[in-house]
């Protein structure tokens, strides 16, 4: 059994930065891609940013594209989402998931969810 734990949400002001964090157990992350993603209240959860199991391949949704940054340290079972220049639109709960060998927009692709870390952008 795989367990993902957020963390780095917070309140802050639009234009501000947040540094998600989203630690795995098990000894087998290096294997697998990671992505981020949110449900903004009222919304249906949608896909953020994903990477490749080795970090080398990473994609973004246009909305973020530009102002949000995923990495990953498979040595600390980590991958983190870095976000600059936030938005109002961009408040909403930040789940991580795991996926297979690249990453995907599709939810059916990963099989292990945290439980999420909220994110609330002040205007």
């Known amino acids: 059994q795989v367990q993902l734990l957020e963390s780095g949400g917070g309140l802050v002001q639009a234009g501000s930065s947040l540094r998600l964090s989203c630690v795995a157990s098990g000894r087998t992350f290096s294997r697998y891609a990671m992505a981020w993603f949110r449900r903004a209240p009222g919304r249906e959860r949608e896909f953020v940013a994903g990477i490749s199991w080795s970090g080398d391949m990473t994609t973004y949704a246009d909305s973020v594209k530009g102002r949000f940054t995923i990495s990953k340290d498979n040595a600390k079972n980590t991958v983190y989402l870095q976000m600059d220049s936030l938005k109002p639109d961009d408040t909403a709960l930040y789940y991580c998931?795991?996926?297979?060998?690249?990453?995907?927009?599709?939810?059916?692709?990963?099989?292990?969810w945290g439980q999420g870390t909220q994110v609330t952008v002040s205007s």
């Open positions: 998931a795991r996926g297979a060998r690249y990453a995907s927009g599709n939810e059916g692709a990963y099989d292990y």
